[in-house]
């Protein structure tokens, strides 16, 4: 009676057919892994190039019967090794790629591990391909393993688009507020400049900032005496600003308007006037942050286009003002909004 039933088992038409046509893994080696994963009792048979029968519990028959059932089917190309799964339905599920850099033990157990997710009931992580209806792949019932299947990652068919890394966020706009000293030089003369300014803008990027300056007398013989004057100017502009940790470097360009207050000194009547001057600064700045403040030093050059005339009345003698400037200066910045 036993013998019989022993012969019985062993004739017994599989339930799932393992065909690959790679060596690596070879469908023999994924039965052997997947013996104790699935249910007690299931049958499963390998197909490579000849047919060879192994059951779930690890005994093997050849010449085994083949009736339409559930097929594994392995395939290697390109580099690669794909697993799929065709039913007795003629369902057809997306295939799933065994990483290459698996060698051919590991490659059988994950294959097997993926077989075991799809055989249970409720562990199917392979998407079938056939349309809405057809008929799902048959689950054998039976109590769970007692070794829980777990599914190997593996690449997705398609490649996915890399993640787009969110937009960095824009740095707010400041309100800074600050003043200086500058030394310059023109034709003859050394002048010396006090500053105060309003900046607005971000940190790096495109700004804009207004100033006023006053400058310190000038003095010029003029026959018999001294003409001296005094320049007070209004400016404003754009700034373009660069930064590397708490150093910085930024270009500025402004369209200046000035004032002139000359008088006389030495003559035997001495006059007061004042002249107008339109002109241009362009320059640049080292900055160091420190704190809500900022240090800057600045080297700037002005122009005065057109021409300033002093001159004495009823007479022939005059002079012409300096048409340029150069100035450095050091000062600072404090934020006050931002």
Same mark, same amino acid.
């Given at each position: 009676?036993?013998?019989?039933?022993?012969?019985?088992?062993?004739?017994?038409?599989?339930?799932?057919?393992?065909?690959?046509?790679?060596?690596?893994?070879?469908?023999?080696?994924?039965?052997?892994?997947?013996?104790?994963?699935?249910?007690?009792?299931?049958?499963?048979?390998?197909?490579?190039?000849?047919?060879?029968?192994?059951?779930?519990?690890?005994?093997?028959?050849?010449?085994?019967?083949?009736?339409?059932?559930?097929?594994?089917?392995?395939?290697?190309?390109?580099?690669?090794?794909?697993?799929?799964?065709?039913?007795?339905?003629?369902?057809?599920?997306?295939?799933?790629?065994?990483?290459?850099?698996?060698?051919?033990?590991?490659?059988?157990?994950?294959?097997?591990?993926?077989?075991?997710?799809?055989?249970?009931?409720?562990?199917?992580?392979?998407?079938?391909? %056939? *349309?809405?209806?057809? @008929? #799902? !792949?048959?689950?054998? +019932? $039976?109590? =769970? &393993?007692?070794? %829980? *299947?777990?599914?190997? @990652? #593996? !690449?997705?068919?398609? +490649? $996915?688009? =890399? &993640?787009?890394?969110? *937009?960095?966020?824009? @740095?707010?706009?400041?309100?800074?507020?600050?003043?200086?000293?500058?030394?310059?030089?023109?034709?003859?003369?050394?002048?010396?400049?006090?500053?105060?300014?309003?900046?607005?803008?971000?940190?790096?990027?495109?700004?804009?900032?207004?100033?006023?300056?006053?400058?310190?007398?000038?003095?010029?013989?003029?026959?018999?005496?001294?003409?001296?004057?005094?320049?007070?100017?209004?400016?404003?502009?754009?700034?373009?600003?660069?930064?590397?940790?708490?150093?910085?470097?930024?270009?500025?360009?402004?369209?200046?308007?000035?004032?002139?207050?000359?008088?006389?000194?030495?003559?035997?009547?001495?006059?007061?006037?004042?002249?107008?001057?339109?002109?241009?600064?362009?320059?640049?700045?080292?900055?160091?942050?420190?704190?809500?403040?900022?240090?800057?030093?600045?080297?700037?050059?002005?122009?005065?286009?057109?021409?300033?005339?002093?001159?004495?009345?009823?007479?022939?003698?005059?002079?012409?003002?300096?048409?340029?400037?150069?100035?450095?200066?050091?000062?600072?910045?404090?934020?006050?909004?931002?």
């Amino acid at each position: 009676m036993w013998l019989t039933l022993g012969l019985a088992s062993l004739l017994a038409d599989p339930d799932l057919i393992i065909r690959s046509w790679t060596e690596c893994p070879s469908a023999a080696a994924v039965v052997r892994e997947v013996a104790s994963l699935l249910p007690a009792g299931t049958n499963v048979s390998a197909e490579d190039g000849g047919a060879l029968a192994v059951k779930a519990d690890g005994a093997a028959k050849p010449g085994d019967a083949v009736r339409e059932v559930d097929h594994v089917e392995i395939s290697a190309g390109a580099g690669k090794r794909w697993l799929r799964v065709r039913t007795g339905a003629g369902q057809v599920t997306q295939p799933r790629e065994l990483p290459a850099s698996l060698t051919c033990d590991e490659a059988a157990r994950a294959a097997a591990l993926l077989l075991a997710a799809w055989q249970f009931p409720g562990g199917a992580e392979l998407s079938p391909l %056939a *349309p809405t209806g057809a @008929a #799902s !792949p048959r689950a054998t +019932p $039976s109590a =769970p &393993p007692t070794r %829980a *299947p777990i599914v190997v @990652a #593996s !690449p997705p068919s398609r +490649p $996915s688009s =890399p &993640p787009v890394p969110p *937009p960095p966020s824009e @740095a707010p706009w400041r309100l800074a507020v600050g003043g200086g000293f500058s030394a310059g030089r023109s034709v003859n003369q050394y002048p010396m400049n006090a500053m105060l300014e309003i900046a607005y803008g971000r940190l790096e990027g495109i700004g804009l900032r207004a100033h006023g300056a006053l400058s310190s007398r000038y003095s010029l013989a003029l026959g018999p005496g001294r003409a001296t004057w005094t320049r007070s100017s209004l400016g404003a502009g754009a700034t373009f600003t660069g930064r590397r940790g708490p150093w910085g470097g930024q270009a500025h360009a402004d369209v200046v308007g000035a004032s002139l207050d000359i008088s006389g000194e030495g003559f035997a009547v001495d006059e007061n006037s004042r002249q107008y001057a339109v002109g241009g600064t362009l320059g640049g700045r080292v900055l160091r942050a420190l704190g809500p403040a900022e240090l800057w030093l600045d080297l700037s050059f002005t122009a005065w286009p057109g021409r300033n005339q002093v001159f004495l009345r009823d007479a022939a003698g005059s002079l012409d003002l300096s048409s340029f400037e150069v100035f450095l200066g050091v000062g600072t910045d404090f934020f006050v909004w931002q």
